[in-house]
T-cell receptor, first 110, second 116 residues
Framework: QKEVEQNSGPLSVPEGAIASLNCTYS??????FFWYRQYSGKSPELIMF????GDKEDGRFTAQLNKASQYVSLLIRDSQPSDSATYLC??????????FGTGTRLQVFP | DTGVSQDPRHKITKRGQNVTFRCDPI?????LYWYRQTLGQGPEFLTY????????KSRLLSDRFSAERPKGSFSTLEIQRTEQGDSAMYLC??????????????FGPGTRLTVL
């Protein structure tokens, strides 16, 4: 079992819709959870992080964490074609290295 | 631009040659990480430094790989006797870890290595 699992996609949503990206992790000791966006050929760009159960909102993005279910998600409201990218979920165990999933490719069509 | 820079951005080399990459972190950041990413995969951890001390190395980091961070500023990653399997994007990230805080890592643009 991989430590961090994501559906590889592609997830296709129409412009203006809500995109929902999901991630599960195996280590219950995980402390912090990160979402990065990666455009093709570019490096990962931090979107947001969360470490407490519940929701955390930042503009059009909302991260949701459920430690009991070992599940973290990212919602993107009012999706735009410019949001089309691969979204990487990453987990941090002891405030050191990040363990990444393989990413979910999001396609937002006009 | 996160403020993390990497050089070179692209490197093409022949199998068996040695290559060295450089990373300059955000100036006040005390931690520096190296990751490797291949097509269709997420970044994989290689090693990290806190100031000048190398605190952890992944089992992925064979004896052909060596990393340094002299004086706790920039870092270099050297690959000796390159193999075709070393072809990947090498990513550097830096963070400022304060007591009780979250270690938020910011990535540089990466160095794409192609081994022929």
């Amino acid at each position: 079992q991989k430590e961090v699992e994501q559906n590889s996609g592609p997830l296709s949503v129409p412009e203006g819709a809500i995109a929902s990206l999901n991630c599960t992790y195996s280590d219950r000791g995980s402390q912090s959870f990160f979402w990065y966006r990666q455009y093709s050929g570019k490096s990962p760009e931090l979107i947001m992080f969360i470490y407490s159960n519940g929701d955390k909102e930042d503009g059009r993005f909302t991260a949701q964490l459920n430690k009991a279910s070992q599940y973290v998600s990212l919602l993107i409201r009012d999706s735009q074609p410019s949001d089309s990218a691969t979204y990487l979920c990453a987990v941090n165990h002891n405030t050191d290295k990040l363990i990444f999933g393989t990413g979910t490719r999001l396609q937002v069509f006009p | 631009d996160t403020g993390v820079s990497q050089d070179p951005r692209h490197k093409i080399t022949k199998r068996g040659q040695n290559v060295t990459f450089r990373c300059d972190p955000i100036s006040e950041h005390n931690r520096l990480y190296w990751y490797r990413q291949t097509l269709g995969q997420g970044p994989e951890f290689l090693t990290y430094f806190q100031n000048e001390a190398q605190l952890e190395k992944s089992r992925l980091l064979s004896d052909r790989f060596s990393a340094e961070r002299p004086k706790g500023s920039f870092s270099t990653l050297e690959i000796q006797r390159t193999e075709q399997g070393d072809s990947a994007m090498y990513l550097c990230a830096s963070s400022l870890l304060k007591g009780g805080g979250t270690d938020t890592q910011y990535f540089g643009p990466g160095t794409r290595l192609t081994v022929l």
